[in-house]
């Protein structure tokens, strides 16, 4: 049983997910899927553990050897983000039960929890194959039932959403699926392992470049990296509330590794930055993804759609931290996958919590809404000062590193637009603070309660979870730095 | 009791204490009296520790206590040297006098959602203390942030349109430049120096060319934006919307003199004074801080607005001592560590007696004081001494730290500055002098009434009356201040 570790947190899920097809009955199915994720969630801490302890994992896929065979390879880069999809997943699973029902009609709620499992599943399967046609599969799969999640919001635009996403991510996973296909045309080997021994001997030929700005353009698509972000506001601003805060938290994140992995796991350090100008191409885009995408929050009346800007601008950070290309700036990007995954997932919880009880995440309908519901309005004022990165909060551990990173350059000028770009963000939180806190309640506000228990409590987890982590990260900076020393070094 | 008063636990527990009181705060919303004891009964003990650790400290007891590591090499760490206990003790004191004021301020200005007033009050002494003990620019950090946070729901306190555009400003710049400015340079001594310990001589390692120090020493100075220099003083008048009480004590003592306190601490155990000569900026931030004495000295001569004319006065003196740190000589940090004490015993004061005018009188303007110190002699005579020490002149105690400035100044050979604190006193005399005279002037003309006595309530009057004396006694007694500032450069 503990030699399939390595494999059990995918297939639960995707096993899970038929067995919810038969099962049918809406609490049972929630019961099961809660359960599965649980379950995933805690073969992602013992893997974590095993890494940490004896180093990485390889699984061989129904016994076939490696190049041959579809290896499945957990090390320090995936094991912790295992364990945020499948955390996040299963706390806002939680909040889910009740969260939906106020959103999505009774007859699909089964439907709901299969896609639900399946893009965990698919989310799970990218993390840990060591396999590149493998990664386009579960990409593929994850996205699909994404689509599906998303076009399950409440509102009409949210079907619109979702074939603009469909649309945007088709494309990507198309111009991916090229790029793998010129790397095997090249090397003969879709392992990730025997592709970064093989790929240096052909490296100066245009397919292998052609195969890489294929690649490159396809992730940048699905993790909506400025100016390919387009399909992002949409779809998260109308997908069911809790789905947002899921594929918020998780699916950009996973994207961004998949970048992480091949450029530096198969492409190599030297390859990905020499053939292109990525550098300048990431710090470029980078800024000023930060600062059009959190200006454009702050003109957002809907708060799924500012929200939805600021991830964008939170990607920003995350691109600028690879394009510093040194350790320390590997590991702010690393370690900020995990923090935002926290700040958002909290975030958009809180907001899950609000249009519970209101109905609608309109800023200009929430006139003093934090004296209804103080508890859910602190969760948000708290994921807030974390997105702002005020010390305590995870957000300003990210910051730290980043900023450090990009001084280790001596880029001072790059380092004075980072931090310049989270006061923009002070802005945009804070926009929402004087409406929610200074205004008088009105008609519509008056009548609200707080929101339930079950919906409440898993914020709060979260939101304990950027304090925590916040304030202990020997745990965050220990992992993210072994991880990216264990990429520089092994270059 | 022993335990209580080990100096670490004594260090420990007079910053948490307050944080703790919080509960016991919101916990008695609806019983002020016992909520209000539960405030004074803190703030006693947090007097008695910081004293106990004043003695401890004084009979050279080292006391320093590294809780953990946020980051790896830098740690929530506290150690207690002689300016942070300067600190503390003037913080510690005056928010006891505070709370006893606010009672009488509170409840006869029936304001609204005091429970929220004082437990934001707490959290942000705490964090005052928390900054005073830091034993690295790190710690200071978090505090500080703190500081800024707890102390927004304060300044907008009566939620009024006018309340949340000062709230913004306030907010806007504190948390602006402490993140782009403040937070950039600690980063940057830290990737130059890695270091970001508080000391001795500072930290840069000998021989660092002075280029990037010079820029860290720029973004300092604009970054600790509590500090207030110009241009990012504007908070300043904006926090004025607040109640008095915490004008007069935030934004007459602990948050604007946190800012000048990190200014001191930066330029004495982060650049070292002598290495801090030799930047290329030291003489131009100095200038800066003059042009910041005279400019804001002039604005409140213009305004009518009691709290706002107060409030520009203090920017004026805050760049008296950023001015003194600058000067890098030693004369000038001991003079700009007294002026963290004789301003606030002075400038609370006088906050104090403008809070009593609006209670007692309803009035808020100059203009409209004439003949009050009839109606109000305590309190008016509590102003006039406060506005001597502001002045600078015996007996009140402000005349120490500026003899200390001005000799600062003489050695650094910084003429101009000189000039400016001569000007300066001058101009503190025609902006606030005015006031007390104006208000013993007769009113009433022969054969009318004088109008009857009315001050304020007693707590108020209790707590102003104390201030000014202190004053006094500062200017008698000034040699355990003296030393705990001349320890900072020795």
Redesign the interface.
């Known amino acids: 049983m503990l030699a399939h570790l390595p494999v059990l947190h995918v297939i639960i899920p995707m096993m899970a997910a038929p067995a919810c097809l038969i099962l049918r009955r809406r609490d049972l199915v929630w019961f099961v899927a809660l359960a599965a994720t649980l379950m995933s969630f805690a073969v992602s801490i013992g893997l974590l553990l095993q890494v940490l302890e004896s180093g990485p994992i390889s699984y061989e896929f129904g016994g076939w050897e490696a190049p041959w065979g579809i290896e499945y390879r957990i090390d320090l880069l995936n094991a912790p983000l295992l364990l945020l999809v499948s955390g996040i997943s299963a706390v806002a699973l939680f909040a889910a039960r009740k969260s939906i029902e106020a959103e999505i009609p009774k007859d699909r709620h089964a439907l709901f929890y299969i896609a639900w499992l399946l893009c965990m599943a698919g989310l799970l399967g990218i993390l840990a194959t060591g396999d590149a046609f493998n990664v386009f599969v579960f990409l593929e799969i994850s996205s699909l039932s994404a689509y599906t999640l998303i076009a399950l919001g409440k509102n009409r635009k949210a079907l619109w959403a979702s074939y603009q996403y469909l649309i945007a991510g088709t494309i990507g996973a198309t111009f991916i699926l090229i790029g793998i296909g010129l790397m095997y045309m090249m090397t003969g080997t879709l392992n990730m392992a025997d592709l970064s021994e093989r790929l240096p001997e052909v490296s100066s030929s245009r397919t292998v470049f052609t195969a890489f700005a294929f690649f490159i353009v396809g992730v940048c698509l699905k993790l909506a990296l400025f100016p390919l972000h387009v399909w992002l506001p949409n779809a998260y601003a109308y997908a069911p509330s809790v789905v947002t805060a899921f594929l918020a938290a998780t699916a950009t994140k996973v994207a961004v590794y998949i970048l992480i992995r091949f450029k530096y796991g198969i492409f190599g350090f030297d390859f990905a930055f020499s053939s292109l100008p990525l550098q300048s191409i990431f710090l470029t885009l980078g800024l000023a993804g930060i600062f059009v995408a959190s200006i454009a929050a702050i003109f957002q009346d809907n708060l799924k759609k500012l929200l939805a800007y600021s991830s964008v601008a939170q990607i920003g950070y995350l691109i600028v931290g690879l394009g510093l290309a040194n350790e320390t700036g590997l590991m702010a990007t690393l370690l900020h996958m995990l923090n935002h995954g926290l700040m958002k997932g909290a975030l958009f919880l809180a907001l899950a919590a609000i249009v519970y009880r209101l109905g609608e995440a309109k800023l200009s309908e929430m006139h003093g809404l934090a004296s209804r519901m103080p508890w859910t309005m602190a969760a948000f004022l708290i994921g807030g000062?974390s997105l702002?990165?005020?010390?305590?909060t995870v957000g300003f551990?990210s910051?730290?590193y980043l900023?450090?990173a990009a001084?280790?350059h001596d880029w001072?000028p790059v380092?004075?637009l980072i931090?310049?770009g989270?006061?923009v963000s002070?802005i945009y939180v804070?926009k929402v603070v004087?409406v929610v806190y200074?205004k008088a309640a009105n008609e519509r506000t008056a009548e609200v309660r707080e929101a339930p228990l079950s919906i409440l409590a898993p914020t709060w987890v979260l939101v304990a979870a950027n304090l925590y982590f916040?304030?202990?990260?020997?745990l965050t900076?220990g992992i993210t730095?072994m991880a990216a020393v264990s990429i520089f070094g092994g270059l | 009791m022993d335990i209580l008063f080990a100096p670490t636990h004594s260090l420990l527990i007079s910053m948490l204490l307050p944080l703790l009181a919080v509960i016991g705060i919101i916990v008695l919303d609806r019983r002020p009296n016992l909520r209000e004891a539960v405030s004074i009964g803190t703030s006693i003990i947090v007097i008695v520790l910081v004293f106990n650790l004043y003695r401890q400290f004084k009979a050279g007891v080292a006391v320093e206590l590294s809780l953990?590591?946020?980051?790896?090499g830098f740690a929530i760490a506290f150690k207690l040297e002689a300016l942070g206990m300067l600190f503390a003790l003037v913080a510690a004191g005056l928010w006891l006098v505070t709370i006893v004021y606010a009672i009488g301020y509170m409840r006869s200005h029936h304001e609204e959602n005091q429970t929220r007033f004082y437990a934001c009050f707490a959290i942000a002494i705490g964090s005052v203390l928390g900054i005073a003990y830091s034993a690295n620019l790190f710690t200071l950090?978090?505090f500080y942030?703190?500081l800024t946070?707890s102390t927004y729901p304060l300044v907008?306190h009566a939620?009024t349109a006018e309340a949340?555009r000062g709230g913004?400003t306030y907010?806007?710049i504190l948390?602006?430049t402490s993140?782009?400015f403040f937070?950039?340079a600690i980063?940057?001594t830290?990737?130059i120096a890695g270091s970001l310990d508080f000391k001795a001589g500072g930290i840069f390692p000998e021989g660092t060319p002075t280029a990037i120090p010079s820029?860290l020493l720029l973004l300092f100075v604009f970054g600790v934006g509590k500090a207030a220099i110009m241009p990012f003083h504007r908070w300043l008048p904006a926090a004025m919307v607040a109640p008095t009480p915490v004008s007069a004590l935030l934004h007459a003592v602990a948050v604007v003199k946190a800012g000048v306190f990190t200014l001191l601490k930066i330029g004495v155990y982060i650049f070292g004074l002598d290495f801090m000569s030799t930047l290329a900026t030291t003489d131009i931030l100095l200038y800066l801080a003059g042009a910041s004495v005279l400019i804001a000295s002039l604005i409140a001569m213009r305004q009518d607005n009691l709290k706002k004319r107060l409030a520009y006065s203090t920017v004026s003196q805050l760049s008296y001592i950023t001015a003194g740190v600058l000067l890098a000589t030693e004369a000038g940090v001991i003079g700009g560590a007294m002026h963290i004490a004789m301003h606030a015993f002075g400038k609370i004061t006088l906050f104090f007696c403008a809070g009593a005018i609006l209670v007692a009188l309803h009035k808020t303007r100059v203009s409209e004081l004439r003949g009050i110190g009839w109606q109000m002699p305590i309190t008016m005579l509590a102003f006039l001494i406060g506005t001597i020490s502001i002045i600078g002149l015996p007996p009140g105690g402000g005349t120490w730290s500026k003899w200390y400035l001005l000799t600062g100044a003489l050695e650094a050979d910084h003429i101009a500055i000189m000039g400016v604190l001569m000007i300066s006193s001058l101009l503190n005399i025609a902006y606030l002098m005015p006031i007390p005279v104006l208000a013993f002037l007769p009113v009433a003309k022969q054969g009318e009434v004088k109008p009857p006595l009315h001050e304020a309530p007693w707590p108020s009057l209790l707590a102003l009356t104390f201030t000014a004396l202190m004053s006094i006694v500062l200017f008698l007694y000034p040699q355990p201040l003296f030393e705990l500032a001349a320890a900072i450069v020795n």
Do not use: D, Q
């Not at chain 1, 702002?388 to 305590?392: A, D, E, N, R, T």
């Not at chain 1, 916040?470 to 020997?474: A, D, L, R, S």
């Not at chain 2, 953990?68 to 790896?72: R, T, V």
């Open positions: 000062l702002i990165g005020v010390p305590l551990v910051k730290w900023v450090t001084l280790e001072w380092a004075g931090l310049l989270s006061v002070v804070w004087e200074f916040g304030i202990n990260t020997e900076v730095r | 953990f590591e946020i980051l790896p950090f978090v942030e703190v946070l907008t939620g949340k913004r907010l806007g948390l602006g993140i782009v937070l950039f980063i940057g830290a990737v820029l």
